[in-house]
């Protein structure tokens, strides 16, 4: 054992030898080449040899004694040392042969675990890389996509507009004015016993609300408060023949924007927080970051909805009071405020006009089932002539709807000059600030923050490139589009893409977060563009068979009579194809589409849970996805008269 | 006669496992027996036996096994496995065919005369 004590050839003894119970000390290399008596420059060759493998401890054990061996070997052999130091070989080349040698005969788990540490290193350069990529990215804000949506407004003259007038009128008309009142509104009125206590400040006269409030829980004389509606309506006649004179208008001239855009004189009726300061400050370029198209205000479309509410509240009252003209009036104002409102050319001025037509076509309705005679031939003509022409489709919101993504998506992406460009710090940022809180995707958008970046280059890679999600964006607009120009009847699935989407893998759903959380449910306003349509066909009907009767003493046995002189055409049933069906009832004249179960019921509206008449469950606008006759609700949808009130 | 680093490379292993093919060798003995059978052609040192033994071993076609010498110190002896044994027939044909491709172009044609 020599000068070695025996602890340290237990600890240089390797464990199969302990397990053997031999204490071999043959780890200690030094020790194995004391013990060899090979000379001085042999053992220095094998030392050095073994200590440049950078083997395993028993490795190099083994190297150790095979090259001492070859040595006594040799030298038994009758070999001098010297020729074998000779032909021994360069020192370093040999433990680099040997390393690689051993190195190959190491276990599998051994290999696995090195490749695995390769790759994890690997990624993460790659990875480093990528995130250095994406953080030299930037986006490219080069279309003002606000001054397209307001080129329609800008251009309207300035005598012309009409929005200077409205504004006079809702300066005139104050409505949020607090008011005090008689009658208490119906919602608590109505509420069970047990919960009218919670409200009793509201069902103990004086009442106090805004005068909004007010007004547009009694609209037609058959709500409770209608005698204080028609004296507001009474006391502001002229302020409502403002509204009908800017209605008149050829344009409405508002520009929209951000709240910090619109002019001083607008806020205060537009109910917009005015800071003095803002007016000192120059206006921001459209590139900044924060005049995002996402963001604008379009705080006129509530003014319009009041300003309807009091036109057709009006009409009514005019129709009570026997003042036809009155009555006319205000439905070609309707018609001219729904026209006004989808100046921008966006979805949701779309939905604005849709709902003041659908107002107008309501009222009118209304007042030829129940006052047939008060409405002139000439003014029924004019307004049949106005109903006809009015667009109920949705093709130029979505004009909007493609600025309003192509702008998203130049603030988010970078742009290579041909379409294609990736995801960037600003733009996911963006992201965060605009998904991030409703997204309903699992992903925890922490691009906010700075460390958030570092995810950056994981998004990048998750995400649809800018080209990938432009042309999946223009493929699903243009399916809605192409089916919009179809009739319903010939479209088998209107909720198709909003379908398409809804079926989308989770990762999928990922990749095109912006589509995903961003696209409004098209096939959804496609139905709701059908069913007004489908009304105002109803209306247009109607107004051809009080204009027969009024000639001819009683209705048409067919509808075919009504063509040419009062219809250009008998209106095609929107969920058949088939012309409408009509009937001579005991009541009169009924006028209905097949409705969503595709049979025929004789005119009769389907009901509700309760028993109620729901004439909408057998629309277009409520049938989801396929028009599937076996679930869709029994009833006709009725076109005239429909039962609005019943 | 020393042969170029990129010959011995692939004349080496085949020539060590023709060496074994008869039995077991420890590493001095096959040093001994390819210089002398190869009339020093293939003469070879420690730096490249030890290397080429144990890329052989690492390819499953040598085993060796440890065992003490006649003077009592350990000695690892190898030894063709069933694998080496099919390498070696296959190498052996390569061989012949590379051997009889030179002969026909001139290049070994005195040799195989002889």
């Known amino acids: 054992m020599g000068n070695t004590s025996f602890r340290r050839m237990l600890c240089k003894t390797p464990m199969r030898d302990l397990v053997r119970g031999e204490v071999t000390g043959r780890l200690d290399i030094d020790w194995l080449l004391d013990q060899s008596s090979l000379s001085g420059p042999a053992a220095g060759k094998v030392r050095n040899v073994v200590k440049r493998t950078r083997l395993w401890r028993l490795e190099k054990s083994d190297v150790a004694h095979e090259l001492i061996a070859h040595f006594h070997d040799g030298l038994e052999a009758g070999t001098p040392i010297d020729e074998l130091i000779e032909t021994f070989g360069d020192e370093k080349k040999t433990a680099k042969l040997i390393r690689r040698a051993k190195l190959r005969q190491r276990p599998l788990v051994w290999h696995a675990l090195k490749w695995f540490r390769r790759s994890v290193v ?227 001025s779309e939905m604005v006009g849709l709902s003041i037509r659908s107002i107008a076509q309501e009222v009118l309705a209304s007042i030829l089932v129940q006052q047939p005679d008060l409405l002139s031939d000439g003014q029924l003509h004019n307004l049949a002539h106005l109903t006809a022409e009015s667009d109920l489709s949705f093709e130029t919101g979505m004009r909007g709807e493609r600025m309003w993504f192509d702008d998203i998506v130049q603030r988010i992406y970078s742009d290579d000059g041909n379409g294609d460009g990736r995801i960037t710090p600003e733009g996911l940022r963006l992201l965060d600030s605009v998904i991030g809180p409703s997204s309903s995707i699992e992903i925890e958008m922490v691009a906010g923050t700075d460390f958030g970046q570092v995810i950056g280059p994981a998004v990048m890679l998750g995400m649809a490139s800018r080209k990938e999600l432009t042309e999946m964006h223009q493929r699903l607009v243009g399916i809605t589009e192409a089916e919009m120009k179809q009739p319903l009847w010939m479209v088998s699935y209107p909720d198709v893409v909003d379908e398409e989407i809804g079926n989308w893998s989770r990762i999928k759903q990922s990749r095109y977060l912006l589509i995903t959380q961003m696209m409004p449910p098209l096939g959804g306003m496609r139905r709701r563009s059908e069913t007004a349509s489908g009304l105002r066909d109803g209306v247009l009907v109607g107004i051809g068979l009080e204009l027969y009767r009024r000639e001819h003493g009683d209705w048409p046995g067919a509808l075919g009579e009504l063509v040419p002189g009062y219809l250009p055409s008998v209106p095609l049933d929107r969920l058949t194809g088939e012309p409408v069906r009509y009937l001579i009832l005991e009541d009169g004249p009924v006028v209905y589409s097949l409705g969503v179960d595709g049979d025929d019921d004789g005119g009769r509206p389907p009901v509700d849970q309760d028993g109620e008449v729901d004439n909408g469950m057998a629309s277009p606008g409520r049938a989801y996805g396929a028009f599937n006759a076996d679930e869709a609700p029994d009833g006709d949808w009725m076109l005239w008269p429909v039962p609005w009130e019943e | 006669m020393k042969i170029e680093r990129e010959l011995m490379r692939g004349a080496g292993p085949v020539a060590v496992l023709k060496l074994l093919e008869p039995g077991e060798k420890y590493g001095y003995e096959l040093v001994k027996a390819l210089a002398k059978r190869s009339d020093g052609v293939l003469a070879m040192g420690q730096s490249t036996l030890y290397p080429m033994l144990y890329n052989l071993q690492a390819k499953g076609l040598i085993a060796s096994r440890m065992d003490k010498a006649e003077n009592g110190r350990p000695r690892k002896y190898y030894r063709l496995t069933g694998k080496g044994k099919k390498r070696l027939a296959h190498d052996t044909q390569q061989w012949q065919a590379v051997t009889a491709a030179m002969g026909a172009l001139g290049i070994t044609g005195n040799l195989q005369g002889a």
């Open chain 1, 122 to 348: 690997a990624l993460f350069a790659v990875y480093l890389l990528m995130l250095g990529y994406f953080l030299m990215g930037s986006p490219e804000v080069k279309v003002d996509y606000l001054a397209k949506l307001n080129a329609k407004a800008l251009a309207v003259p300035e005598d012309d507009r009409a929005w200077p007038i409205y504004r006079e009128a809702l300066l005139e008309l104050d409505m949020f004015r607090e008011v005090e009142w008689d009658t208490p509104l119906p919602y608590y009125r109505d509420l069970p016993p047990e919960e009218q206590e919670e409200y009793w400040e509201e069902l103990e006269p004086p009442f106090r609300a805004s005068q909004m409030d007010r007004l547009q829980r009694s609209l037609s004389p058959n709500e409770p408060g209608w005698a204080e509606t028609a004296t507001f309506l009474r006391e502001h006649g002229e302020t409502l023949s403002l509204i009908r004179l800017g209605a008149a208008r050829s344009g409405l001239g508002f520009a929209v924007g951000f709240f910090t855009d619109f002019a001083p004189e607008d806020r205060d009726v537009l109910g917009i927080e005015y800071f003095p300061e803002q007016d000192t400050q120059p206006r921001a370029s459209f590139q900044d970051p924060d005049r995002i198209l996402l963001s604008i205000w379009f705080p006129h479309l509530g003014k319009f909805r009041q300003l309807a509410m009091l036109l057709s509240a009006d009409a009514r009252l005019a129709s009570i009071e026997g003042d036809a003209s009155r009555v006319y009036g205000n439905l070609v104002a309707l018609q001219g405020l729904a026209d006004h409102g989808r100046e921008s050319p966006c979805l949701i």
